[in-house]
C-alpha cells in the first residue's frame, strides 16, 4: 500500500488554515468566528502530527495533545462568554460589543 | 563661676511670660519680667567682682555645638574687660528700661494676643541674646546672639503687627540686617580656613602671622556686619524706620544695646585689624561719613524719635571713628556714655508722647517744661552730655575721640566738631520745641508715674557724671594700643562749637521763632533735599526693591520657569502625545483589524523570505 | 531577621491590615494608620538604641537570595545616614496621619493605607544594599505618592501626578540602564560586592564609561533633588498634594535623591564626580539664588515653599560636591532638617488651609490676631528655615558653607547671598498671611490650634531646637559615614588625571 506523501497532509493543513483565517477576517458572527478559530486550532494539529509521523518523533503528538486541551478549554471559558452576551445583548455581531473601547 | 546664669535668666522669664504670661496678672508679669534682667544684673555684678582684676580671660566651655572635620565649635563663654564694660550696660541699662516700661505699657491691653506680656517677653528674649553676644567666646556664638538680637528687633518693630507700617519697618530692619550678617558670615569663613578655629583667643593669637590681605578682608567684611548692625552707611536706613517700635523698645534696642553691637564685635576684633590698616581707614572713613550725613538729616526732621533716630546713627558714627582711629578704648567710652544718654533721651521722648497720649510731632508741642518737669530736667541733663557741654559725660567721651581723630587725620576732627556743632543743635532745637514757648497740641499732658521717671533720674545721674567711670584707664590694658593724649586746645574748639550749636538752637526756636522757617525759605532746595532724608530710600526701593522683585517674577517665574523650563517639558509632552495620537489609529481595539495586520506581517515576512532569500533552504 | 528587617516590614503589614478593615468606618483606618505608623517609628528608635555610634560601616545587615537568576539579592543595612532618614520617615508618617485626619474625607480607608504604603517604599529606599532591590523601592514609592496626589489633590491634580511620575520615571530609566550596565560588568547586584570590586581593582571603569554611568545615575537622581533646571515637577507637584502628601513629598521624597547621590554616585564614580563638580556645584548655586528669588514673587504659599525648598536642596548638593567633610556632614545635616522645616512648613499651611480653604497669600492678613499659637509655631518654623541661629537649619548651612569656603571661597559669596533672600520671602510672606488687619473673612475661619495639631506640631519644634543646639546628638555618626565615603572618593584620583587625554584618545579613534 502506497504512502499517502507528507505534502498532501501539508497541503490539506494549509487549506484549512487559510480558510479558518479568511472565517476569522471576514465573518461577524462570533459563533462563526470561534469554529474559524477551531479550524485553524484543528489545522495546526494535523501538521503537528503530520510531521510526527514523518520524522517518527512523539513530540508532535505531545503537542497535538496539548493543542486539544487547550482548545477544549478555549471553547468552554469561549462559548460562556458568548451565552453571557448574547443574554445582555442578544446580538452575536462582534462589532457591536465594543463597550470597553475609548 | 556658672557664666551661663546670665543669660538664661532672661530667657527663663521669657519661657514663663511667653507661655503662661496670658494668665497672669500684669503686676505678675512685670515681676518675672524685671525680676529676671534684675537677676541678671546682680549675677553679672557677682561675677565681676569675684573674678577680680581680669587682666586676662576667664573663659568656661559648656558643650561641644558643632563639630565637624576641622571645625569645632563649643558653646563657650568668656568675660574680659570689655565683657565688664558691655555687661554692666547691658544688663545695668536693661533693668531700668525693663523698669519704666511697666509704666510705659500699662495701657497695652492689645488684642487677644495681648500686647503686655508678649512685649516682657520679647523683652526678655532680646536680654538673653544680647547677653550670650557679649558673653560668646567665639565668633560663631557671638553670631547666635547677633542674629537673635535682629530677630527680637524684628519681632518689637513689628509690635504692633496689625499696622503695616510697623510690619514693613520690621521686615526692612531684618532684611538689611541680613545683608550685613552675609558679610559678617563671609568673615566667619574666613576667619575658619584661615586659623582652623573660631575662638578669640586662638584666632587673636594666629593674627598676627596671616597675611595683611587676608586680614583687610575680614576687617572689611566684619565691618559689612558691623554696618548693618550698628546702622552705618549705606545700611543705616533701617534704623529710623525701627521707631515704629514702642519707644522703650527704641532706648534699649535701637539706642543704647544692639545697635553698640557693631562697634562691639569691631573693638573685640581689635587683633584682626591693627595688622590691617586699610580696613581701619575704612571704618574710620564710614563712621565720619556717616556722623556728618545723619546729622544734617537730624536738622530736619519734625517726629521727636526720628530726630533721636538720626542723632543715634551720628553717634555710632562717632564710635566708629574713635575704633577705625585705633582709639578703641575711645570708642567703647563713647557706646557706653551714648548708652546713658541716648537712652534717657529716647525714655524721656516716650515720657513726652506718653503724657500727649501717643504724639511724636514737635510741631504739636511746646512749653510743657512746666508740665511735665521730671520729664524736662531729666532730658535736659541728656541734652547737655550729647551737646558735650564741659564735664558731662559726653564731653569726655566725644572729646576722647575727636582728639584721637585729630591725630590720625585733622580733617575728621574739623568734620567731627561740625557735626559736633549740628548734634547739639538739633538736639536742643528738638527740646525747645517740645519744652519751651506755648503749647500748640490738644491733649492735655500729664506727668508720668515715677515708675517712669525714677529710672529717667538715675540715668540723668551717670549721663551727667557718667564721664567720671574712666573707661580708658580699665581699658587700655585690654587695648595696648597707646592712650589718647589730652589736648585742652581742641577740647576748648569741640566745646565752644557745641555751646554755639546750643545758642543757634536758641536764638531760631525761642528769641525768634520765625527765623527757622524763613531760614527754611530761603535754602528751599536743601531743604527739601535733607528733609525728605536725601530720597535714599526712594533710590534703593527704585534701584534694588523694584528690579529685583519685578525682574523675578517678570523673567525668573514666568519667563524662565513657567515658559522656558516648564515649556520644554511640557513640549516634550505633547510632542509624544502627538507621535502617541498617530500610532494610536492602529490600535484600533478591533481584534479583527488586528488579525489583519499579523495576516499581513506573515506574509510580508514570508514573500520577504522567499524573494531576497531565494526560499528557505 | 533583625530589628531593621521589623522596621521596614511594619508597614508593610499595617498597610495590609489596613486594606481589610471595613470601609464603612473611616474611624477605624484613621486609628490603625495612627497606632501602627507610632509602632513602626518605636521600632525605629529601637533601631537608634542599638546602632553602634563607633562603627563607621553597614549595621543591621539582612542578606537573603531573592531571585536567582538574575542573581538579586534581598540586601539591607543601615549606616549613620540611612539611620537618620528612616527615623525622619517613621517620624514624618505618624504626624500626617494626625493633621490628615479631619481634612481627608473621601475614601478615608485607602488615604491612609497609602500612606503607610508610602513609608514602607520610603524606608526601603534608604536601607536596600543592592541596587536592583534599591531600584525597585525607588520606583514603589512612586506609587502610593502618585495616588495621594492623584486621587486627594486639589483642581489640577491629574496633571501635576503625571508630571510627577513621568518626571522621575525620565531619570529612573536611565538608572536602571547604569545598574544593568554595571551587572553585566560585574555579575552581581550587590552594592557592597561592586564596591569592594572597584576598591580592589577588580573592576575598572573607563573614563567614558564612568562618566556615562554617573550621569545615568546622577540625572535620576537631581530630578529627584530637585537641582535646578530639573525642578519644574515640585511645585506642581506640592501646589496639588494634600497636606500629607507634600510633607511627605518635600520632607522624605526629596532625601531619596540626596542620599543617593550621596550613598551611591560618589563611592561607585569617584573621579567622574570630581570633574563633573564644579559644573553641579554651578547648578546648585543658580538653583539656590534662583529658587529664593522664584520663591520671592509667588501667589500661593505652597508654591512658595517648593520653590524655596529648591534653593534649600540647592545647599544640600553644594555641600555634597565640595568632597570636604564640613560640607558632606552639613550636607547631611541639611538633608534632615529640611524635612523636619519643611515638613513643618507645609504642616503649617495645611492648617491655614484646613481653616481658610485657600492657599493663596491674598485671601490671608491677621491670622495673628485670630490664632496667635498657630502663629507662633509658624514663626518659628519660618525662623528654622530661613536659617536663624539655635534652630536646626543654622548648623547645616553654616557646615556647608564653610565646607564650601575651604574648596573655593568665591562660591560661598555667591551661595551666601540665597541666605539674604530667604529672609525676604519668607518674612514677606509672614507679614502679608499673619500681620496686619484681621478682616471678617479670616476672623470667622481661623481657631487657634487643636490638640491633635499640637501633636503633630510640637515634635518637630522639639526637634528643631533639640538640632539646632545640641548638633552632637546627630553628627557623629553622620560624620563617620562621610569620612568613610570621602576615603572612597580618594581611591581613583590618580586615574583622573588620565582622563582627559584618554578622553582625546577615544574621540581620535572614533574619527
Redesign the interface.
Given at each position: 500500500m502506497a504512502e499517502v506523501p507528507v505534502s498532501w497532509f501539508l497541503t490539506l493543513s494549509a487549506v484549512l488554515f487559510v480558510l479558518g483565517?479568511s472565517g476569522?477576517?471576514f465573518r461577524r458572527n462570533i459563533i462563526t468566528v470561534f469554529m474559524s478559530i477551531e479550524l485553524m486550532l484543528n489545522a495546526v494539529n494535523l501538521t503537528f502530527i503530520t510531521f510526527a509521523y514523518q520524522l517518527k518523533q512523539v513530540n508532535g503528538h505531545l503537542f497535538a495533545f496539548f493543542v486539544m486541551v487547550v482548545a477544549a478549554a478555549e471553547a468552554t471559558v469561549g462559548l460562556a462568554i458568548i451565552l453571557t452576551v448574547f443574554k445582555n445583548r442578544s446580538t452575536l455581531n462582534?462589532?457591536d460589543v465594543?463597550s470597553?473601547?475609548n | 563661676m556658672q557664666l551661663w546664669l546670665i543669660p538664661i535668666l532672661p530667657l527663663a522669664g521669657f519661657f514663663i511670660n511667653g507661655v503662661f504670661g496670658r494668665r497672669f496678672s500684669k503686676s505678675l508679669v512685670s515681676t518675672v519680667a524685671v525680676g529676671s534682667v534684675v537677676l541678671a544684673f546682680a549675677w553679672a555684678l557677682r561675677v565681676i567682682l569675684a573674678l577680680g582684676d581680669l587682666n586676662s580671660a576667664y573663659t568656661e566651655h559648656y558643650f561641644t555645638w558643632i563639630q565637624s572635620g576641622f571645625v569645632n565649635i563649643g558653646c563657650d563663654m568668656a568675660v574680659d574687660r570689655l565683657t565688664v564694660v558691655m555687661l554692666m550696660v547691658v544688663t545695668g541699662i536693661g533693668s531700668l528700661i525693663h523698669i519704666y516700661a511697666i509704666g510705659y505699657m500699662a495701657h497695652e491691653h492689645g488684642p487677644n494676643f495681648g500686647g503686655f506680656y508678649r512685649f516682657f517677653a520679647y523683652l526678655n528674649l532680646f536680654m538673653f541674646f544680647m547677653l550670650t553676644l557679649v558673653l560668646a567666646a567665639n565668633f560663631l556664638l557671638l553670631f547666635v546672639g547677633w542674629e537673635g538680637v535682629g530677630l527680637c528687633s524684628y519681632l518689637l518693630i513689628g509690635f504692633y503687627f496689625d499696622k503695616k507700617f510697623a510690619t514693613n519697618a520690621g521686615n526692612k530692619a531684618f532684611i538689611v540686617n541680613r545683608i550685613g550678617d552675609f558679610g559678617f558670615s563671609l568673615a566667619i569663613f574666613l576667619i575658619m580656613v584661615n586659623f582652623k578655629s573660631l575662638d578669640f583667643a586662638t584666632v587673636f593669637q594666629q593674627a598676627p602671622g596671616a597675611s595683611e590681605a587676608t586680614l583687610t578682608t575680614i576687617g572689611l567684611l566684619l565691618l559689612v556686619g558691623a554696618c548693618g548692625k550698628s546702622a552705618q552707611l549705606p545700611l543705616y536706613v533701617w534704623l529710623p524706620d525701627a521707631m515704629a517700635g514702642p519707644t522703650p523698645v527704641s532706648a534699649l534696642i535701637h539706642a543704647a544695646t544692639m545697635v553698640t553691637a557693631g562697634v562691639y564685635m569691631c573693638a573685640r576684633s581689635w587683633p584682626i585689624y591693627v595688622h590691617a590698616p586699610e580696613a581701619m581707614h575704612a571704618i574710620a572713613l564710614i563712621g565720619i561719613a556717616t556722623a556728618f550725613f545723619a546729622a544734617t538729616i537730624g536738622l530736619a526732621q519734625n517726629d521727636i524719635k526720628k530726630v533721636f533716630a538720626y542723632s543715634t546713627v551720628s553717634q555710632l558714627g562717632y564710635m566708629f571713628v574713635g575704633v577705625g582711629c585705633g582709639a578703641f578704648s575711645a570708642g567703647i567710652y563713647h557706646l557706653m556714655t551714648h548708652a546713658f544718654f541716648k537712652a534717657l533721651l529716647f525714655l524721656g521722648s516716650g515720657s513726652v508722647i506718653h503724657a500727649l497720649s501717643g504724639e511724636q510731632d514737635l510741631r504739636n508741642m511746646g512749653g510743657l517744661r512746666t508740665k511735665i518737669p521730671w520729664t524736662f530736667w531729666t532730658m535736659l541733663c541728656a541734652a547737655l552730655a550729647i551737646s558735650g557741654f564741659p564735664f558731662t559725660s559726653g564731653f569726655f567721651s566725644k572729646d576722647a575721640i575727636l582728639i584721637a581723630a585729630h591725630g590720625y587725620a585733622p580733617w575728621m576732627f574739623w568734620l567731627g566738631v561740625v557735626t559736633a556743632g549740628m548734634t547739639a543743635f538739633y538736639v536742643f532745637r528738638a527740646m525747645f520745641l517740645a519744652f519751651f514757648g506755648t503749647y500748640r497740641g490738644r491733649e492735655h499732658p500729664h506727668e508720668s508715674p515715677p515708675v517712669m521717671y525714677l529710672p529717667l533720674v538715675v540715668l540723668a545721674a551717670l549721663s551727667l557724671g557718667g564721664g567720671f567711670i574712666k573707661i580708658p584707664v580699665f581699658l587700655d590694658k585690654f587695648f595696648p594700643t597707646g592712650e589718647v593724649p589730652e589736648d585742652s586746645t581742641l577740647m576748648a574748639i569741640s566745646v565752644a562749637f557745641g555751646l554755639g550749636g546750643i545758642a543757634l538752637a536758641y536764638l531760631m526756636y525761642v528769641l525768634k521763632p520765625s527765623m527757622a522757617d524763613s531760614f527754611a525759605d530761603s535754602v528751599k532746595g536743601l531743604y527739601t533735599l535733607v528733609y525728605n532724608k536725601y530720597f535714599v530710600d526712594e533710590i534703593y526701593d527704585a534701584a534694588v526693591v523694584r528690579p529685583v522683585v519685578g525682574g523675578s517674577r517678570a523673567v525668573l517665574w514666568k519667563t524662565v520657569d513657567a515658559g522656558f523650563i516648564d515649556g520644554m517639558v511640557n513640549g516634550v509632552g505633547t510632542l509624544s502625545r502627538g507621535v502617541g495620537d498617530v500610532l494610536r489609529r492602529m490600535q484600533s481595539g478591533n481584534i479583527r483589524s488586528y488579525a489583519s495586520w499579523v495576516l499581513l506581517g506573515c506574509v510580508t515576512v514570508i514573500g520577504a523570505v522567499l524573494f531576497f532569500l531565494g526560499g528557505v533552504r | 531577621m533583625n530589628l531593621l528587617t521589623v522596621v521596614l516590614a511594619l508597614p508593610l503589614a499595617s498597610f495590609l491590615i489596613a486594606l481589610l478593615l471595613p470601609r464603612s468606618s473611616p474611624q477605624a483606618s484613621r486609628m490603625w494608620a495612627l497606632v501602627s505608623s507610632v509602632a513602626t517609628f518605636a521600632a525605629s528608635l529601637g533601631l537608634l538604641a542599638w546602632f553602634d555610634r563607633g562603627f563607621a560601616g553597614e549595621q543591621f545587615l539582612l542578606d537573603v537570595p531573592w531571585v536567582t537568576s538574575p542573581n538579586i539579592h534581598f540586601a539591607i543595612s543601615a549606616n549613620g545616614i540611612s539611620l537618620w532618614l528612616v527615623i525622619l520617615s517613621t517620624l514624618l508618617t505618624p504626624l500626617c496621619v494626625l493633621i490628615s485626619w479631619n481634612s481627608i474625607q473621601a475614601r478615608v480607608k485607602e488615604f491612609f493605607a497609602f500612606l503607610l504604603l508610602l513609608e514602607f517604599g520610603l524606608v526601603g529606599v534608604f536601607i536596600a544594599q543592592d541596587l536592583f532591590l534599591f531600584f525597585v523601592f525607588w520606583e514603589f514609592s512612586l506609587v502610593p505618592m502618585y495616588f495621594l496626589i492623584g486621587i486627594w489633590g486639589h483642581e489640577r491634580r491629574i496633571y501635576a501626578a503625571v508630571k510627577f511620575f513621568l518626571y522621575t520615571m525620565a531619570g529612573s530609566m536611565l538608572m536602571l540602564t547604569a545598574i544593568i550596565y554595571l551587572y553585566n560588568r560585574t555579575g552581581t547586584f550587590s552594592y557592597p560586592a561592586i564596591l569592594d570590586m572597584l576598591l580592589s581593582g577588580q573592576l575598572r571603569l573607563a573614563p567614558v564609561e564612568q562618566m556615562l554611568l554617573f550621569l545615568a545615575f546622577f540625572v535620576a537622581f537631581a530630578i529627584k533633588v530637585p537641582l535646578f533646571p530639573l525642578h519644574t515637577w515640585l511645585p506642581d507637584a506640592h501646589v496639588e498634594a494634600p497636606t500629607a502628601g507634600s510633607v511627605m513629598l518635600a520632607s522624605v521624597m526629596l532625601k531619596m535623591g540626596c542620599y543617593g547621590i550621596l550613598h551611591f554616585c560618589l563611592p561607585l564614580f569617584p573621579a567622574a564626580s570630581r570633574t563633573c563638580a564644579p559644573w553641579i556645584v554651578v547648578l546648585a548655586i543658580i538653583g539656590i539664588i534662583y529658587g529664593a528669588l522664584v520663591a520671592m514673587v509667588q501667589p500661593n504659599m505652597k508654591k512658595l515653599v517648593a520653590y524655596s525648598s529648591v534653593s534649600h536642596l540647592g545647599f544640600v548638593v553644594l555641600g555634597i560636591f565640595t568632597f570636604t567633610q564640613m560640607g558632606l556632614d552639613g550636607a547631611v545635616y541639611q538633608m534632615l532638617n529640611h524635612g523636619i522645616s519643611t515638613g513643618a512648613l507645609f504642616i503649617g499651611v495645611g492648617l491655614l488651609y484646613d481653616r481658610r480653604h485657600s492657599l493663596e497669600i491674598k485671601d490671608y492678613g491677621g491670622v495673628a490676631t485670630a490664632a496667635p499659637w498657630l502663629s507662633t509655631m509658624f514663626m518659628i518654623t519660618m525662623l528654622a528655615s530661613i536659617g536663624l541661629p539655635v534652630l536646626n537649619n543654622f548648623v547645616g548651612e553654616f557646615l556647608v558653607l564653610q565646607g564650601t569656603a575651604v574648596a573655593n571661597y568665591t562660591w560661598t559669596v555667591y551661595a551666601s547671598i540665597g541666605v539674604i533672600l530667604s529672609a525676604c520671602y519668607m518674612l514677606w510672606m509672614y507679614q502679608r498671611v499673619f500681620f496686619g488687619e484681621l478682616g471678617p473673612e479670616v476672623r470667622s475661619h481661623m481657631p487657634d490650634m487643636k490638640l491633635r495639631e499640637w501633636a503633630a506640631v510640637v515634635p518637630l519644634i522639639v526637634m528643631m531646637f533639640w538640632m539646632g543646639v545640641y548638633s552632637q546628638s546627630f553628627l557623629p555618626p553622620v560624620g563617620k559615614v562621610n569620612a568613610r565615603v570621602l576615603g572612597q572618593t580618594q581611591v581613583n584620583v590618580p586615574f583622573r588625571v588620565e582622563l582627559a587625554p584618554v578622553k582625546r584618545a577615544e574621540v581620535a579613534r572614533a574619527r
Amino acid at each position: 500500500m502506497a504512502e499517502v506523501p507528507v505534502s498532501w497532509f501539508l497541503t490539506l493543513s494549509a487549506v484549512l488554515f487559510v480558510l479558518g483565517v479568511s472565517g476569522f477576517l471576514f465573518r461577524r458572527n462570533i459563533i462563526t468566528v470561534f469554529m474559524s478559530i477551531e479550524l485553524m486550532l484543528n489545522a495546526v494539529n494535523l501538521t503537528f502530527i503530520t510531521f510526527a509521523y514523518q520524522l517518527k518523533q512523539v513530540n508532535g503528538h505531545l503537542f497535538a495533545f496539548f493543542v486539544m486541551v487547550v482548545a477544549a478549554a478555549e471553547a468552554t471559558v469561549g462559548l460562556a462568554i458568548i451565552l453571557t452576551v448574547f443574554k445582555n445583548r442578544s446580538t452575536l455581531n462582534i462589532d457591536d460589543v465594543n463597550s470597553m473601547k475609548n | 563661676m556658672q557664666l551661663w546664669l546670665i543669660p538664661i535668666l532672661p530667657l527663663a522669664g521669657f519661657f514663663i511670660n511667653g507661655v503662661f504670661g496670658r494668665r497672669f496678672s500684669k503686676s505678675l508679669v512685670s515681676t518675672v519680667a524685671v525680676g529676671s534682667v534684675v537677676l541678671a544684673f546682680a549675677w553679672a555684678l557677682r561675677v565681676i567682682l569675684a573674678l577680680g582684676d581680669l587682666n586676662s580671660a576667664y573663659t568656661e566651655h559648656y558643650f561641644t555645638w558643632i563639630q565637624s572635620g576641622f571645625v569645632n565649635i563649643g558653646c563657650d563663654m568668656a568675660v574680659d574687660r570689655l565683657t565688664v564694660v558691655m555687661l554692666m550696660v547691658v544688663t545695668g541699662i536693661g533693668s531700668l528700661i525693663h523698669i519704666y516700661a511697666i509704666g510705659y505699657m500699662a495701657h497695652e491691653h492689645g488684642p487677644n494676643f495681648g500686647g503686655f506680656y508678649r512685649f516682657f517677653a520679647y523683652l526678655n528674649l532680646f536680654m538673653f541674646f544680647m547677653l550670650t553676644l557679649v558673653l560668646a567666646a567665639n565668633f560663631l556664638l557671638l553670631f547666635v546672639g547677633w542674629e537673635g538680637v535682629g530677630l527680637c528687633s524684628y519681632l518689637l518693630i513689628g509690635f504692633y503687627f496689625d499696622k503695616k507700617f510697623a510690619t514693613n519697618a520690621g521686615n526692612k530692619a531684618f532684611i538689611v540686617n541680613r545683608i550685613g550678617d552675609f558679610g559678617f558670615s563671609l568673615a566667619i569663613f574666613l576667619i575658619m580656613v584661615n586659623f582652623k578655629s573660631l575662638d578669640f583667643a586662638t584666632v587673636f593669637q594666629q593674627a598676627p602671622g596671616a597675611s595683611e590681605a587676608t586680614l583687610t578682608t575680614i576687617g572689611l567684611l566684619l565691618l559689612v556686619g558691623a554696618c548693618g548692625k550698628s546702622a552705618q552707611l549705606p545700611l543705616y536706613v533701617w534704623l529710623p524706620d525701627a521707631m515704629a517700635g514702642p519707644t522703650p523698645v527704641s532706648a534699649l534696642i535701637h539706642a543704647a544695646t544692639m545697635v553698640t553691637a557693631g562697634v562691639y564685635m569691631c573693638a573685640r576684633s581689635w587683633p584682626i585689624y591693627v595688622h590691617a590698616p586699610e580696613a581701619m581707614h575704612a571704618i574710620a572713613l564710614i563712621g565720619i561719613a556717616t556722623a556728618f550725613f545723619a546729622a544734617t538729616i537730624g536738622l530736619a526732621q519734625n517726629d521727636i524719635k526720628k530726630v533721636f533716630a538720626y542723632s543715634t546713627v551720628s553717634q555710632l558714627g562717632y564710635m566708629f571713628v574713635g575704633v577705625g582711629c585705633g582709639a578703641f578704648s575711645a570708642g567703647i567710652y563713647h557706646l557706653m556714655t551714648h548708652a546713658f544718654f541716648k537712652a534717657l533721651l529716647f525714655l524721656g521722648s516716650g515720657s513726652v508722647i506718653h503724657a500727649l497720649s501717643g504724639e511724636q510731632d514737635l510741631r504739636n508741642m511746646g512749653g510743657l517744661r512746666t508740665k511735665i518737669p521730671w520729664t524736662f530736667w531729666t532730658m535736659l541733663c541728656a541734652a547737655l552730655a550729647i551737646s558735650g557741654f564741659p564735664f558731662t559725660s559726653g564731653f569726655f567721651s566725644k572729646d576722647a575721640i575727636l582728639i584721637a581723630a585729630h591725630g590720625y587725620a585733622p580733617w575728621m576732627f574739623w568734620l567731627g566738631v561740625v557735626t559736633a556743632g549740628m548734634t547739639a543743635f538739633y538736639v536742643f532745637r528738638a527740646m525747645f520745641l517740645a519744652f519751651f514757648g506755648t503749647y500748640r497740641g490738644r491733649e492735655h499732658p500729664h506727668e508720668s508715674p515715677p515708675v517712669m521717671y525714677l529710672p529717667l533720674v538715675v540715668l540723668a545721674a551717670l549721663s551727667l557724671g557718667g564721664g567720671f567711670i574712666k573707661i580708658p584707664v580699665f581699658l587700655d590694658k585690654f587695648f595696648p594700643t597707646g592712650e589718647v593724649p589730652e589736648d585742652s586746645t581742641l577740647m576748648a574748639i569741640s566745646v565752644a562749637f557745641g555751646l554755639g550749636g546750643i545758642a543757634l538752637a536758641y536764638l531760631m526756636y525761642v528769641l525768634k521763632p520765625s527765623m527757622a522757617d524763613s531760614f527754611a525759605d530761603s535754602v528751599k532746595g536743601l531743604y527739601t533735599l535733607v528733609y525728605n532724608k536725601y530720597f535714599v530710600d526712594e533710590i534703593y526701593d527704585a534701584a534694588v526693591v523694584r528690579p529685583v522683585v519685578g525682574g523675578s517674577r517678570a523673567v525668573l517665574w514666568k519667563t524662565v520657569d513657567a515658559g522656558f523650563i516648564d515649556g520644554m517639558v511640557n513640549g516634550v509632552g505633547t510632542l509624544s502625545r502627538g507621535v502617541g495620537d498617530v500610532l494610536r489609529r492602529m490600535q484600533s481595539g478591533n481584534i479583527r483589524s488586528y488579525a489583519s495586520w499579523v495576516l499581513l506581517g506573515c506574509v510580508t515576512v514570508i514573500g520577504a523570505v522567499l524573494f531576497f532569500l531565494g526560499g528557505v533552504r | 531577621m533583625n530589628l531593621l528587617t521589623v522596621v521596614l516590614a511594619l508597614p508593610l503589614a499595617s498597610f495590609l491590615i489596613a486594606l481589610l478593615l471595613p470601609r464603612s468606618s473611616p474611624q477605624a483606618s484613621r486609628m490603625w494608620a495612627l497606632v501602627s505608623s507610632v509602632a513602626t517609628f518605636a521600632a525605629s528608635l529601637g533601631l537608634l538604641a542599638w546602632f553602634d555610634r563607633g562603627f563607621a560601616g553597614e549595621q543591621f545587615l539582612l542578606d537573603v537570595p531573592w531571585v536567582t537568576s538574575p542573581n538579586i539579592h534581598f540586601a539591607i543595612s543601615a549606616n549613620g545616614i540611612s539611620l537618620w532618614l528612616v527615623i525622619l520617615s517613621t517620624l514624618l508618617t505618624p504626624l500626617c496621619v494626625l493633621i490628615s485626619w479631619n481634612s481627608i474625607q473621601a475614601r478615608v480607608k485607602e488615604f491612609f493605607a497609602f500612606l503607610l504604603l508610602l513609608e514602607f517604599g520610603l524606608v526601603g529606599v534608604f536601607i536596600a544594599q543592592d541596587l536592583f532591590l534599591f531600584f525597585v523601592f525607588w520606583e514603589f514609592s512612586l506609587v502610593p505618592m502618585y495616588f495621594l496626589i492623584g486621587i486627594w489633590g486639589h483642581e489640577r491634580r491629574i496633571y501635576a501626578a503625571v508630571k510627577f511620575f513621568l518626571y522621575t520615571m525620565a531619570g529612573s530609566m536611565l538608572m536602571l540602564t547604569a545598574i544593568i550596565y554595571l551587572y553585566n560588568r560585574t555579575g552581581t547586584f550587590s552594592y557592597p560586592a561592586i564596591l569592594d570590586m572597584l576598591l580592589s581593582g577588580q573592576l575598572r571603569l573607563a573614563p567614558v564609561e564612568q562618566m556615562l554611568l554617573f550621569l545615568a545615575f546622577f540625572v535620576a537622581f537631581a530630578i529627584k533633588v530637585p537641582l535646578f533646571p530639573l525642578h519644574t515637577w515640585l511645585p506642581d507637584a506640592h501646589v496639588e498634594a494634600p497636606t500629607a502628601g507634600s510633607v511627605m513629598l518635600a520632607s522624605v521624597m526629596l532625601k531619596m535623591g540626596c542620599y543617593g547621590i550621596l550613598h551611591f554616585c560618589l563611592p561607585l564614580f569617584p573621579a567622574a564626580s570630581r570633574t563633573c563638580a564644579p559644573w553641579i556645584v554651578v547648578l546648585a548655586i543658580i538653583g539656590i539664588i534662583y529658587g529664593a528669588l522664584v520663591a520671592m514673587v509667588q501667589p500661593n504659599m505652597k508654591k512658595l515653599v517648593a520653590y524655596s525648598s529648591v534653593s534649600h536642596l540647592g545647599f544640600v548638593v553644594l555641600g555634597i560636591f565640595t568632597f570636604t567633610q564640613m560640607g558632606l556632614d552639613g550636607a547631611v545635616y541639611q538633608m534632615l532638617n529640611h524635612g523636619i522645616s519643611t515638613g513643618a512648613l507645609f504642616i503649617g499651611v495645611g492648617l491655614l488651609y484646613d481653616r481658610r480653604h485657600s492657599l493663596e497669600i491674598k485671601d490671608y492678613g491677621g491670622v495673628a490676631t485670630a490664632a496667635p499659637w498657630l502663629s507662633t509655631m509658624f514663626m518659628i518654623t519660618m525662623l528654622a528655615s530661613i536659617g536663624l541661629p539655635v534652630l536646626n537649619n543654622f548648623v547645616g548651612e553654616f557646615l556647608v558653607l564653610q565646607g564650601t569656603a575651604v574648596a573655593n571661597y568665591t562660591w560661598t559669596v555667591y551661595a551666601s547671598i540665597g541666605v539674604i533672600l530667604s529672609a525676604c520671602y519668607m518674612l514677606w510672606m509672614y507679614q502679608r498671611v499673619f500681620f496686619g488687619e484681621l478682616g471678617p473673612e479670616v476672623r470667622s475661619h481661623m481657631p487657634d490650634m487643636k490638640l491633635r495639631e499640637w501633636a503633630a506640631v510640637v515634635p518637630l519644634i522639639v526637634m528643631m531646637f533639640w538640632m539646632g543646639v545640641y548638633s552632637q546628638s546627630f553628627l557623629p555618626p553622620v560624620g563617620k559615614v562621610n569620612a568613610r565615603v570621602l576615603g572612597q572618593t580618594q581611591v581613583n584620583v590618580p586615574f583622573r588625571v588620565e582622563l582627559a587625554p584618554v578622553k582625546r584618545a577615544e574621540v581620535a579613534r572614533a574619527r
